[in-house]
C-alpha cells in the first residue's frame, strides 16, 4: 500500500471513527462509507445474498473484507435497529412529558317529547382541550429509563461492531496461517521427495540399507498425510472467511517478513482500568443497571400523585343528557390532582419486582466485569509471551535451517544417516510453521487486547493493514 492510499484510508477511518464517539449515527453506515473509498473495485458491486446466481464478489485485502462485512452482517443489523427501537421508544417516553392537545366534535339529531310536546333540533358540541403534566413520577422515572436504556443500545451496537471488525480480522489471518503452513508443508514435501530419491539411488548402487528407504517412504507418507490435512483446515478457514464477510476471498494479501508489530505499552493495571471504564459490553451492563434502579424509582411513583394542568375551550348548544340550550362558549382552566389510595397491593408486588430486577442488573454487572477482566489479563498475558516467543521462534529457524543444511551435507560424507537428515528436514519446516502460527497469534492477540480494553481505534485497523503486502510480494 502506497504513502498516498495510506494517508487517504487513515483519514476515512479516522472520520468514521469521529463521528462514532461524537454523534450517535448509524455507525456501520459511515465506516462502510469510509471503507469503500480504500476498498478494491470489485467491492463496487452489490453483496450477493445467500444461494445467489449472481458472479461472487472477490475480496483479497482486509479492507475488502472489513467494508464487506459491516454491510453483510445480521448480527450489527440486529444492534442497529435495537439502536433505533431505544430511541424511539425515548421520544415516546419524553412525548408524555410534553403538551397533549386534543380536539373533540359532536353532531346530533335530537327528538324531545316532554308533557306530550315533541321537540325535533339539531345539536352539536365543539372543544379544544390541552392537558400538560405539571407532577407524575412515573413519567418522569420512565423517560430516565428510557434514555439510559437508549445509551445501553448504542453501547451494545459499538461492541457488536468492534467483535465484527476483530472477528474479520481473526479470520482473515487465520486463513492466511492456513495458506503459509500449507506453502511451507508443500516445500517441506519437495524437500523429503528430493531426499527419498537420493536414498533410492543409493540403495539401487548397494550404498544405503532398505530400512533408511523405508523411513524415507514414511516420511513422505507423513508429509503428505499432513499436507491433505492442512488443504482441508484451508478450506474451513477461507469458508470461515466467506461467512463472516459474504464475500469469496480471492489471494489474499500476506503478513510481510519485516513487519513491525509494536511492542505492548504499559502494564495490566493499565488495560484492566481501561477496560472498566471504556469497555462497550460493561458500559451497557452499567446502564442497564442504572436503567433498572430508575424503574425502582417508576414502580415507587404509584404511591405518589399526579398532578395536571387543563385548558379546555368549548362551544356547544345543548347540555346534560342533550337538553338543548342556548349556544354558549365556554373556556376552561384548572388544575388535575389525582392521589392514589388502595390499589389492592398491586403497587407494592410491582417494586418488589422492580428491585429484584435491579439486583439481577447489579449481579450480571459484576459478571460482565469478572468476564472482561479476565479476557483482558488473559490476552495481555498471551501478546507479552508471544512477543518472547517470536524472538525465540526466529533463533530456533535459524538453528533448524542450519542443521538441515549440515545434516544434508554431512550425510553426502557418510558422517550421518538419512534418518537424521529426516529429521532435520523435520524440524527446519515445523519451526517455520511455529514462527507463521506465533506471529498472526501474537496479531490477533493484540487486537483482542484493544477491543476488550475498549481503545480499538481506526488507526489500529489501518496500521494492522500495511503490515500486510500482496502474495507476488514474498
Known sequence: MSRTNQQTAANHFAFAAHRALFKKVTLGASLLVALSGIASPAMAAELPSLGSSNAPVVGQTLQDFFSAALDFSPRLRIAEENLNIGS??????????????????????????QAGQETTFDGNRYSLQLTQVLFNWQAFAARAQAVLREDQAEQLYYSELAILLTDVAEKYFDALQARDALDSIASEYEAVSNQLEQIESLYARQLAQITDLYQAQASLAAVEAQQIQLESRLDIQLEALRSVSGIEPGELFRLAENASVPPLENNLHYWVDQAEKNNHSIRAQRLAFEASKKMVSQ???????QVSLVLQRQDSNVGFDNIPLQRTDNTYIGVDVSVPIYAGGSNRAAVREANSQSLIAENELRGVELEIGETVRSAYLQVQASEKIIAAAQKLVESTELSAT???????LGAVTSVDVLNAIRD???AQRDLQQVRYEHVKFLLLLKREAG?????DLIEVSTWLEPSSGR
Do not use: H, I, K
Open 88 to 113: 424511539a421508544r425515548r421520544s415516546a417516553a419524553t412525548g408524555q412529558l410534553l403538551p397533549q392537545v386534543r380536539a373533540n366534535a359532536s353532531l346530533s339529531d335530537n327528538t324531545r317529547n
Open 299 to 305: 414502580r415507587r411513583g404509584a404511591y405518589m400523585p
Open 406 to 412: 549440515a545434516m544434508q551435507r554431512g550425510f553426502e
Open 428 to 430: 527446519q519446516f515445523g
Open 455 to 459: 481503545l480499538l481505534t481506526a488507526d
